[in-house]
């Protein structure tokens, strides 16, 4: 199964100073790491460290941001049926301390809880590598030395993980309440080589799980039946729900939302949209046929 990092631009939660603490030693840049509502995509937020602790009161600090996540678009990398027992660093290693049901885990679960928490604490200074200890035995391999885990564990080709892009950002193009226009949403992130770039803003732009201030334009329901580029044109295929009407969102807004979106990518120029194989379709006052070029007189204007 792929891991799918994506980075957000989130800069407030867990972690983040108050004007009350500026005037402590800390460090920015950090972040704490989730997954989204997929279940298999991390997600981050900002996370500012706050350098005047030791080192094991600060992967307390980011186990508890980790383990109790601010917003409804992060889950906890730690399954509900894992009881979190502790943490302490040591020669370099996060031990970090669960029940006995951590050692129930499928594999697949146990990776994305194991890649969460060591992205997360290998951001402490000193600190390279975590080691997992159930019921107060570290886990060790067959010759009796501890198993540790490494950034690096989770960024190649193994059974748990598949390689990954390099970082790129990709920005979307949302709506928020008004439904009368789009914003720009940026996202940093390493997305896997077994999926076209295009397909991956599509699957973000259909899965977006709104916010008060970012609403996706795309009707529920809506799949991609096929994505291909071809000399600079994309040409898109969804499922018949694309056609349906949202509440207070116009047909050209949701059409744009995906040319727009995918204009972004330096290779694509123009769209060329279908449903069910059709170009014989009206979206609002656009009708379907010819390749759309991205079109800003729909791009709210911030105040």
Known sequence: MALILLICSLTAGCG??????STQASSSGN?????????????SEEYTMDTSLEADEIALDMMECLLNPSSSHQTSVVPDTVTFEGVYCEDGIAVVMFS???GTLGVTERSLCNAGIVFTLCQIDGVSSVAFMVDGVVESDAEGNAVTWAP???????????????????????????????????????????????????????GWEDTADYISP????TTVLSVQTQDSVCYVN?????????????QEVTLFSVVNSLTQLSYVSYVYVTVEGSSD???????????????????????
């Open 218 to 221: 795309i009707p529920d329901g």
């Open 16 to 21: 983040a100073g108050t004007e009350e603490e």
């Open 238 to 250: 969804f499922s018949s729900d694309f056609l349906n009407t949202m509440v207070g969102v116009s």
């Open 152 to 206: 690096s564990n989770f960024s190649s080709t193994s059974d748990e993980v598949m390689e990954l892009y390099s970082v790129e950002t990709v920005t979307l193009y949302l709506t928020d309440s008004s439904g009368n226009g789009l914003k720009a949403y940026d996202i940093e992130g390493a997305f896997p080589i077994n999926t076209s770039m295009e397909q991956h803003i599509l699957d973000l732009l259909i």
């Open 31 to 43: 972040r704490i790491y989730y997954l989204a509502s997929d279940g298999v995509t991390f997600i």
């Open 281 to 303: 379709v009206t979206m609002g006052s656009i009708t379907l046929g010819s390749a759309l070029s991205s079109n800003w007189d729909y791009l709210i204007q911030e105040e």
């Open 100 to 102: 006995t049901a951590y």
